[in-house]
């Protein structure tokens, strides 16, 4: 799920402060950036991040990935049916939440 703070059809906006924020690497900011460009039916995953970021080291996204978690812009919540834990669901946006890492 990806949760925007401005809502404008056929636009990319993302809060001037997510995009300053130098706590982030250039790379965690690009895939905010490119996931913020999506819309909130977009079902985000760690294969989704790399079919969507071919030309960079791997290593790098799952860094990237780990610092908005830790920064509260991606929050991870379990999805559970019937008593058992049956995937993740990932929420982003570009306000973080200051609740603290969810990895």
């Known amino acids: 799920m990806i ?7 056929g636009l990319t906006e ?7 924020d130098i706590g982030l690497s250039y790379c965690a900011r690009g895939i905010l950036a490119m996931v913020m460009s999506y819309d909130s039916s977009a079902a985000i995953s760690v294969d ?4 969507n970021t071919k030309k960079e080291d791997w290593r790098a996204v799952e860094r ?8 509260g812009y991606l929050t991870l919540r379990p999805v559970i049916k ?9 929420h982003m946006s570009d306000a973080p939440d200051q609740k603290g890492s969810s990895l």
């Open 64 to 71: 990237a990935i780990v610092e908005l978690d830790r920064a």
């Open 48 to 51: 989704w991040i790399k079919a």
């Open 14 to 20: 993302i809060s001037k402060a997510a995009l300053q």
């Open 82 to 90: 019937d008593g058992e834990l049956v995937g993740t669901e990932w």
């Open 3 to 9: 949760l925007k703070s401005y809502k404008h059809s």
